[in-house]
């Protein structure tokens, strides 16, 4: 709302109330928050019976009632039918999970961090070094959790080399850091080329291609506690210094003035993006979007505030990725990559979510 | 008894260029001082390095009688304000959300704030009359009930001291009479306040001691009826100044503005 202080007179003050400028922070209405929290509930139970091998609802209840709860059922189902359920489809779903929440909580860290709509969680590098890491051990014949270390490896290296680049005078101001990143992604970026062009065409170079268009479906049971744990901890972390978001966001200088230490506070929120996203590129390569759209979304739904803003990123993110996963395994019998459904899909809704908010935060 | 804020013999300069040198200010509690000059002569430098932004080349600064440089970040928050002049807002906050801002140098890094942390920023809106904003968004609010959402921020902090950048620069008439009677109120309340700005006139209008900037130290320091001779002035902004006195009903008032000419070298309009 922009109106000149004389046309400002001439509105009367309950014309004022009622014009979108008033929020009102405590309230947030019952029907949407129980709607919020139930979702990924919903979509985690629907990707339990969806796939190639149909299992009815009151099967997969069954099931889950046997396993987890310990409730003595008659078994009315095939085992293979169990395995799919308890060994494929809960982990993935429960990865999928993670994923959508790490990759968006991270994005809504950094877009506030740097307040800039465009943030990515990869803005960093994360990405690129992992991508380069990954493809280094696809090419040295390594196994698949070489695979998964060198690009975990490689992914904090490439965003240390940032970090450090982005050091001047001791401090490392929000500018710097975006610069050094697209300084380090484009290095990375490159030497992923070198290693493509020198890949072996027959297996090894689509083995990458396929890997850097990220997907979920390598990750098994035995996968879960090691792929959670960072992501666990960095949501954590990133979740208990969520207000001082809001501080930051004003700027550096003043965050400073209201007495915060900027720089031990850049430094957690990197440390805890970084092992968040590097673990999830780790594992399910690189899947985009996810970290840009979700937190735009949020803000419309939830407000600026990132008290209230970093719980509802996490929980929606989660509910999304599951949604797309399931979306990557019924709308064609090959399975589409993730990493391609995230950007067909976030890109238009991105566009549509920056009309609706005419560019600015929702 | 040692000074509020006291400036020893300090120099400043951006690599080779200086800013000023060797400059002395003592500042006592409760106090109202007004930096004056023009621009480009160091004023806000001066604030920054008041506040430990800057650090200075040679010299020292004192807080009750401690170095600046030797205060963490949250300890200076908490015994000084800065209201700053350039300012973006990002995101759309509620004014409410950007005075409760103000408590976080009260809270560990883990914490939100808390009921308690509300209503008093609540409370410092409503005694500031600025209670209405509350729950607007801060980005969508007039420049000059921004400044009041600033100030109340600052307030929120607790400090004894606050810095003004310029506070009244970019709003129009009233809003900077609304500025300026918030900042004279805060200082009958005991506040030792430290400002800059452009304006010769809001010197008087506040009966600070004003020290008058050069473009390498201070020409003058004192109280404004003192320091803002029409000869000072003249010679610190580089044009001629004619200081005029009015009455008003109980007081004197003064005030200064500048007297157009030609240049006489002849290379005008």
């Known amino acids: ?362 | 008894m040692t000074a509020k804020v006291s400036i020893c013999s300090a120099s400043f300069s951006y690599g080779n260029k200086e800013v000023w040198r060797d400059i002395n200010l003592n500042i006592e509690k409760g106090e109202t001082i007004c930096l004056l000059g023009p621009n480009g002569c160091g004023k806000t430098t001066l604030l920054n390095c008041i506040h430990g932004d800057a650090t200075l080349n040679s010299g020292k600064i004192y807080i009750d009688g401690r170095d600046v440089n030797s205060m963490g970040v949250t300890e200076l928050a908490q015994s000084m304000g800065y209201v700053f002049q350039e300012h973006s807002a990002p995101f759309p906050y509620s004014s409410l959300e950007v005075v409760r801002m103000g408590r976080a140098p009260h809270l560990g890094l883990f914490q939100v704030p808390s009921r308690q942390d509300t209503e008093m920023a609540r409370s410092i809106m409503e005694e500031m009359g600025i209670g209405h904003l509350a729950h607007k968004r801060y980005t969508n609010i007039s420049g000059g009930e921004r400044q009041l959402v600033l100030i109340a921020r600052t307030l929120c902090q607790g400090p004894e001291i606050i810095l003004f950048d310029e506070p009244t620069s970019h709003l129009d008439f009233k809003n900077q009479a609304l500025v300026l009677q918030t900042i004279s109120r805060l200082s009958s309340k005991g506040l030792t306040i430290i400002m800059t700005s452009h304006f010769p006139n809001h010197a008087w209008l506040l009966s600070s001691r004003v020290a008058l900037m050069g473009y390498n130290g201070f020409v003058d320091i004192g109280p404004a009826e003192k320091v803002m001779t029409e000869q000072n002035l003249s010679e610190t902004y580089g044009l001629k100044v004619k200081v005029y006195q009015g009455m008003a009903e109980h007081n004197n008032i003064n005030f200064c503005i500048p007297e157009f000419s030609l240049p006489t070298d002849g290379s005008g309009i």
């Open chain 1, 1 to 362: 709302m922009r109106t000149t202080s004389s046309e400002a007179e001439t509105i009367p003050i309950e014309k004022y109330n009622n014009l979108e400028t008033e929020i009102d922070e405590e309230k947030v209405s019952w029907k949407k928050a129980a709607l919020l929290i139930s979702l990924p509930f919903v979509f985690f139970f629907i990707s339990l019976f969806l796939g190639r091998l149909l299992i009815d609802p009151l099967t997969v209840i069954k099931i889950l009632a046997q396993n987890l709860l310990f409730i003595p059922i008659e078994q009315t189902w095939t085992d293979t039918a169990e395995t799919v359920v308890m060994r494929i489809r809960m982990p993935r779903a429960i990865m999928a999970g993670a994923v959508g929440a790490g990759l968006s909580i991270s994005g809504a860290a950094f877009q506030g961090m740097f307040h800039n709509p465009l943030v990515s969680p990869f803005i960093l590098g994360v990405s690129s070094g992992a991508g380069f890491g990954a493809a280094l051990a696809i090419v040295l014949d390594g196994s698949l959790v070489m695979v998964q270390i060198c690009a975990f490896f490689f992914g904090i290296v490439a965003v240390t080399i940032t970090y450090f680049t982005s050091r001047i005078y001791k401090t490392t101001p929000i500018l710097m850091l975006v610069l050094s990143g697209m300084v380090v992604s484009a290095l990375f970026q490159s030497l992923l080329s070198l290693l493509k062009y020198l890949a072996d065409t027959e297996d090894k170079l689509p083995a990458i291609l396929f890997w850097l268009m990220g997907s979920i479906s390598n990750v098994g049971l035995e996968d879960l506690p090691v792929a959670l744990l960072p992501i666990v901890a960095g949501s954590l972390g990133l979740l208990l210094i969520r207000w001082r978001f809001n501080i930051l966001s004003m700027g550096e200088m003043e965050a400073r003035a209201l007495g915060i230490n900027t720089e031990l506070l850049k430094g957690i929120i990197i440390v805890c993006t970084t092992i968040i996203s590097s673990s999830i590129v780790a594992f399910c390569g690189i899947i985009g979007w996810v970290g840009l759209v979700i937190p735009h979304l949020c803000r419309m739904m939830v407000g600026p505030d990132h008290r209230v803003l970093m719980p509802t990123t996490l929980w929606v993110g989660a509910a999304y990725l599951i949604l797309i996963d399931n979306l990557s395994r019924i709308i064609s019998p090959a399975e589409v990559p993730l990493g391609i459904l995230t950007a067909l899909v976030g890109a238009p809704f991105f566009a549509y979510l920056l009309r609706k908010t005419k560019g600015g935060w929702g």
